[in-house]
């Protein structure tokens, strides 16, 4: 075992709590002030940033439950659309505050469905090379993400 895994499980228990803790404080905090209009670039952006935050939040709490529960739990599912949610609105704030308003939605777009096709692409190949234990497949979708 390496020693991460060995830390006290006391400890990773605070850890991933707070850690989700501050990302939906984040979302939260985010969500309130994105509600005032203005006129600043950021501002316009700040949704999805937002979003971030919530789901990441939520995904870490996931976690936090299958480290305290079960181990491998039928929730791993729910915590990977919960990390590539979460990560696709990291991109879509990127994306807002690299384009202009005026972009068209398809252009926008493209970049979020070319990352989530190459990484759809990645985990079933890595399926085919690796040939995780079913139990081991989520983990690695999770890693990839």
Known sequence: MNPITEFHPGYLVLINFLHGLVFFSLGISLALVSRQASEFRFA??????????????????VSLFQLVIEPVSR??????????????????FALALLL??????????????????????????????????????????????
């Open 44 to 61: 316009a952006a700040i949704r999805p940033l937002a979003l971030f935050g919530l789901l990441y939040g939520a995904y870490e709490w």
């Open 100 to 145: 202009d308003q005026q972009t068209s939605r398809w252009y926008k777009l493209g970049p979020l469905l070319l990352m989530l096709l190459v990484w759809l692409i990645t985990v079933w190949v890595m399926r085919f090379i690796i040939s995780p234990l079913p139990g081991q497949f989520w983990g690695v979708a999770d890693t990839l993400a």
């Open 75 to 92: 929730l791993s599912w729910l915590s990977l659309l919960l990390l590539v949610s979460a990560l696709m609105m990291l991109l879509t």
